[in-house]
């Protein structure tokens, strides 16, 4: 008879089981939470190694789960290029553009977004179709330094504005614009002058060609008694509406310091008078100028200094005897007799002098030849007169012209410059009139002194009788 083995008594077992006390979970979660701790407390050096390990893990899963991202980069650069383009061959350059900087969201490989950073970016405009010179609406695109591998999800803005224009050069003429600047009493100013007097102006074409005056500025709070110079660097362009503004720094000057002289004048009437020449020795000047009659006996002048304040009248110019007949006029252009730097102030260009005309006759009298004098002649050479004689006119009072006789004249030549040769020659002829003193010479052309043919020769020497 066999032996039978009686299974085991499962109630038994459960029993067993029933008496082993197991924690709770909350309790073993605390218990490894102590046991991390108790590890970190004892060694620093788990410390440092967890973290590696936690952020390895962390790297491991983000690349595992997020293999693709997106990245956003601020104030990437804005760049356009016109080089090998229309706008190039059409000479055209930017003159403004709406955006300097714009914000890139980029998507791509975690690998490839984390090494770029926004120094490595540029947006670049796309000119392709840009032919003439306006204002456009133009896309970007980005690219980066990197090479590396991107898709741009968005740029703000996604276009921008840039104006074209060609870009000139112009010389034009500056003027002065004075602001806070007097004019002391009994003074005026002349006309402000710049120096250099011209600028070129190099900037777009459209904004160039606008341009109607440029002035230099000056604005000192000064009042002035005399010439006076300032210096300015300011330029104020206008076109036919305004003031150019150039806030965005498109034109350039091949100049940049002006000088601009104003000038101080001090203002003078002053009365007219003429010099007289040619009248004969013993004339009655004072007479003679009484006489006279001017289109204007006064003129109103400027000048730059104080000089003309020491003067008691303006010299217009030269009256000469030998052209004075009955009524004469003279002619004086207010350009010729003013001096350097004296301003005319009014509008008189012309002054005309009209000599007496008034109990003033002419009288014509012969002068023989033989009745003209030679005076400071060598002893060794004889003169005589080839011409017969020549006709003297004189103008003067009339009681004077009738009174007067052939004997109350006397011709004469003066040989002291007599170049000691033989022969023909042509010398001047002078004469005096000691008796009257309102009467002169006439010599219609307006000569000193009228020339005759006079024969020199050399003397015979005298002989001597001896007894």
Not at 7 to 14: C, K, Q, R
Not at 16 to 37: E, F, M, R, Y
Not at 64 to 85: A, F, R
Not at 312 to 320: E, K, R
């Amino acid at each position: 008879m066999k032996n039978e083995q009686k299974p085991e008594n499962s109630t038994g077992s459960l029993s067993v089981l029933k008496n082993i006390k197991l924690p709770s979970p909350a309790k073993a979660v605390q218990g490894s939470l102590d046991w991390v701790k108790g590890i970190f407390k004892r060694d620093s050096g788990w410390k440092v190694l967890s973290i590696i390990i936690a952020t390895g893990i962390w790297a491991v899963v983000s690349i595992s789960v997020y293999p693709t991202i997106e990245s956003v980069y601020y104030n990437v650069p804005v760049k356009i290029d016109l080089e090998n383009t229309y706008a190039e061959a059409n000479q055209l350059d930017v003159i403004t553009a709406s955006q300097e900087t714009v914000t890139v969201r980029l998507s791509g490989n975690r690998s490839e977004i984390g090494e770029i950073k926004t120094e490595d970016l540029t947006a670049v405009v796309d000119v392709s179709n840009v032919m003439m010179p306006k204002n456009y609406k133009l896309p970007m695109d980005i690219s980066c330094l990197k090479g590396n591998d991107f898709e741009v999800v968005s740029i703000e803005p996604d276009s921008i504005s840039v104006s074209f224009d060609k870009i000139i050069s112009k010389e034009l003429p500056i003027t002065p614009q004075l602001e806070n600047v007097r004019i002391a009493s009994g003074y005026m100013s002349g006309d402000a002058e710049v120096t250099p007097s011209t600028v070129t102006v190099t900037g777009p074409q459209d904004m160039i060609n606008s341009i109607t005056k440029i002035c230099a500025r000056v604005s000192p709070n000064k009042e002035l008694d005399s010439t006076y110079e300032f210096t300015t660097d300011e330029l104020v362009l206008y076109n036919e509406n305004a003031v150019i503004s150039d806030d965005n720094q498109m034109l350039s000057f091949d100049k940049t310091a002006f000088a601009v002289q104003i000038p101080v004048f001090v203002r003078q009437t002053l009365p007219l008078e003429v010099n007289i020449i040619n009248a004969p020795e013993k004339f009655d000047l004072d007479y003679f100028r009484e006489q006279l009659v001017f289109s204007v006996d006064v003129l109103d002048i400027a000048a730059p200094n104080d000089k003309i304040k020491e003067l008691s009248s303006l010299n217009i110019g030269t009256i000469n005897m030998r052209e004075v007949d009955v009524g004469s006029t003279f002619e004086f252009k207010a350009e010729n007799f003013l001096p350097e730097g004296y301003e005319n102030l009014t509008q008189i260009d012309t002054i005309t002098v009209t000599c007496p005309k008034e109990n003033i006759q002419k009288r014509a009298i012969a002068i023989k030849g033989k009745d003209i004098q030679f005076i400071n002649r060598p002893a060794q050479y004889e003169f005589e007169p080839v011409s017969s004689g020549m006709t003297l006119f004189l103008v003067g009072d009339k009681e004077q012209i009738a009174s007067i006789v052939r004997e109350d004249i006397t011709a004469q030549i003066d040989l002291i410059d007599f170049d000691m040769q033989e022969g023909d020659h042509k010398m001047s002829v002078g004469f005096i009139i000691s008796s009257y003193d309102k009467v002169w010479f006439n010599g219609g052309d307006g000569i000193a002194t009228p020339k005759i043919i006079v024969k020199a020769t050399i003397a015979e020497p005298e002989e001597i009788t001896v007894e």
